[in-house]
């Protein structure tokens, strides 16, 4: 099934919110510091995503074993959009680059862009697609400065998967996300974009 491929999330003039999921050691030292430290590993692709279900699907509600810990992160709009510039799909795509072309970008990219299907808070599809967003190298230094602020979300997440378990959970509760706007046309059409 094709899904809509657009950005939903948090966002306003100066950020906009995507989430992480880590351990216990590297989620408690990057609130505390504000920014990532040594437990993070710098040379590794770390991976963005903008949609809250998407990332609670993705963790188990944070139930999963080095997810446990859940991180709003509010990144600075300008790095954001210089990111997604940047970004290579991790399949090739008849709408864009394909083939050898493809290949090339992608090898060379230091960020690499993946559609999945969003989600309900029960894990069920919805008929339109999440971005997450692997950074490394460069990117990934130009995503770690461009960081406003880190919140551990964990206690809310556990509560709100509880009620979720239970019947009780009303989604108006949840994280409210809206549509980004990507204006690039280039960006739109290198990444799939409806």
Known sequence: MEHN????????????????????RIAQE???LQHFGEQFSRTRMTWIKPSFLW???????????????????DL???VFESLLRQAVLTS????????????????????RVQWDPDRKPDGDPIGRAAIQMGV???????????IACITDITAQVR????????????????????????????????????
């Open 30 to 32: 990057a609130v505390r």
């Open 159 to 194: 509560k709100w998967n509880a009620q979720r378990k239970s019947g009780s959970l009303d989604r108006k509760q949840l994280p409210q996300e809206r549509l980004y706007p990507v204006a690039d046309a280039a960006v739109r059409r290198r990444l799939a974009m409806d």
């Open 55 to 73: 990332m609670m699907y993705r963790s188990g509600w944070a139930e999963k074993k080095d997810q446990e810990c859940i991180l709003a992160i």
């Open 92 to 111: 090739p795509d008849a709408s864009g680059i394909c083939g050898e072309d493809w290949r090339r970008a992608l090898d060379a990219s230091p960020v």
């Open 5 to 24: 491929r657009q950005i939903n999330a948090i966002y306003n003039q100066q950020t906009i919110r995507v989430y992480q999921a880590y351990c216990p």
């Open 76 to 78: 600075r709009r300008e």
């Open 136 to 146: 490394r190298g460069s990117a990934l230094e130009e995503m770690l400065g461009g």
